[in-house]
């Protein structure tokens, strides 16, 4: 009977004598592992590309927009655009206020209706020192005739300037001056008397006086005429008081400050007529 001899360990052939198993290379199961890793790899890289290829075309969203980097990064490298501070823009609105249109006065269709003007309360308008006054009678012999008492008259009494309604010859006389080119302005009036005197203010009461020469008196006996609101009517402005104007106040004539009041209007209108005498 041979006596068989058990096979001794392969990891250690030298001591037996045994040979190791050759038939297969080392390593092969590792290889095909790593060989289908990397087909695995190359298809996903070939279905990626593809697939940006065919998105190409798509917007890509305004909060973050892939961009290439600067010449200064390395090639080929794709960066995120940073958002503004203020987000996305809404639609329709505009980083900025746009300027202004010139706009052009268009003419009017022939169809247009005007529009109607605005309706104002009536105001009292302080007298116009730019127009002209109504034209009065010739220089000589001029009777002044109030507004409101249109049958009295300005008439001498007593040195003083009275509302009167004349009935005699000899009042007639008085309430008959001669209008003169004004003694401080030519474009004014001043009224001179039958004895040579003039009316003249003097503590805002209107009087007849000689004249003295002096600059005060021929500026006290000087009225520049403006428009009243009583129509053929004049206003008598103080040249040296400006804004003061003679009225009647109990049928004295004064000088006083202009008023926006129906009375006042009344009392201040006079026409210069034909003279009495």
């Not at 390395?74 to 202004?100: N, Q, V, W, Y």
Request: some cysteine; charged content about 20%.
């Amino acid at each position: 009977m041979s006596e068989e001899k058990s096979r001794p360990s392969q990891d250690r052939p030298w001591e037996s004598g045994w040979a190791p198993d050759t038939s297969r290379a080392p390593g092969t199961r590792r290889l095909w592992l790593a060989g289908a890793l990397a087909v695995a790899t190359v298809t996903a890289c070939v279905t990626a590309i593809t697939v940006m290829d065919s998105r190409s075309g798509e917007p890509a969203p305004s909060a973050a927009q892939p961009s290439t980097l600067s010449s200064s990064a390395p090639g080929g490298l794709i960066s995120f655009a940073t958002p503004s501070e203020k987000g996305t823009d809404r639609p329709g609105k505009e980083h900025g206020r746009p300027s202004p249109t010139p706009t052009t006065s268009a003419s009017p269709s022939p169809d247009a209706k005007p529009e109607p003007a605005e309706k104002k309360k009536p105001t009292s308008p302080a007298p116009d020192r730019t127009s002209k006054p109504p034209k009065p009678p010739a220089p000589h012999g001029t009777s002044i005739r109030s507004v409101n008492y249109p049958d009295r008259y300005w008439q001498i009494s007593g040195g003083y300037v009275t509302l009167a309604a004349p009935g005699s010859a000899s009042d007639r006389s008085d309430a008959t001056f001669e209008r003169v080119a004004g003694l401080a302005d030519s474009s004014c009036y001043s009224f001179a008397t039958a004895d040579g005197g003039y009316l003249r203010h003097r503590s805002f009461v209107l009087r007849a006086e000689r004249n003295d020469g002096s600059s005060l008196f021929g500026k006290d006996a000087t009225f520049c005429p403006r428009p009243a609101s009583h129509s053929g009517a004049v206003m008598l402005e103080s040249v040296n008081y400006p804004g003061r104007f003679l009225r009647h106040r109990n049928f004295q004539l004064r000088l006083e400050p202009y008023q926006h009041d129906g009375l006042y209007r009344a009392d201040s209108a006079f026409r210069l007529v034909a003279g009495l005498d």
